[in-house]
């Protein structure tokens, strides 16, 4: 059974930071995509930012410059750097996984909160 365990997620204030994690387990198959979005209340979810197996990244214009998305392939695991944090970056931010056969998962999600 696939997991998503994410960590990382709380309550900072506006130009603060913080660190997501997510970690994939039981996994038979290689990941392809490894990425984040972000949900915030009333709105659509919407891409953050993802990393193929290869390393090539997208990211949301609205985050550019300012998060920093990783990966290690060894441990499954996808990183999430969110520096100068906006009070409208406020959303619970879910985890999400391609794999090498194309079935797709989502984390739990876990909540960031950006006090003004």
């Known amino acids: 059974q696939v997991q998503l365990a994410e960590s990382g997620g709380g309550l900072v204030q506006a130009g603060g930071s913080l660190r997501l994690s997510c970690a994939a387990s039981?996994?038979?198959?290689?990941?392809?995509?490894m990425g984040w979005y972000r949900q915030a209340p009333g709105k659509q979810r919407e891409l953050v930012a993802e990393?193929?197996?290869?390393?090539?990244?997208t990211y949301a214009d609205s985050v550019k410059g300012r998060f920093t998305i990783s990966r290690d392939n060894a441990k499954n695991t996808v990183y999430l750097q969110m520096n100068s944090l906006k009070p409208e970056d406020t959303a619970v931010y879910y985890c999400r996984i391609v794999t090498g056969g194309f079935s797709g998962y989502w984390g739990q999600g876990t909540q960031v909160t950006v006090s003004s």
């Open positions: 990393i193929s197996r290869s390393g090539a990244i």
């Open positions: 039981g996994i038979s198959r290689s990941i392809n995509v």
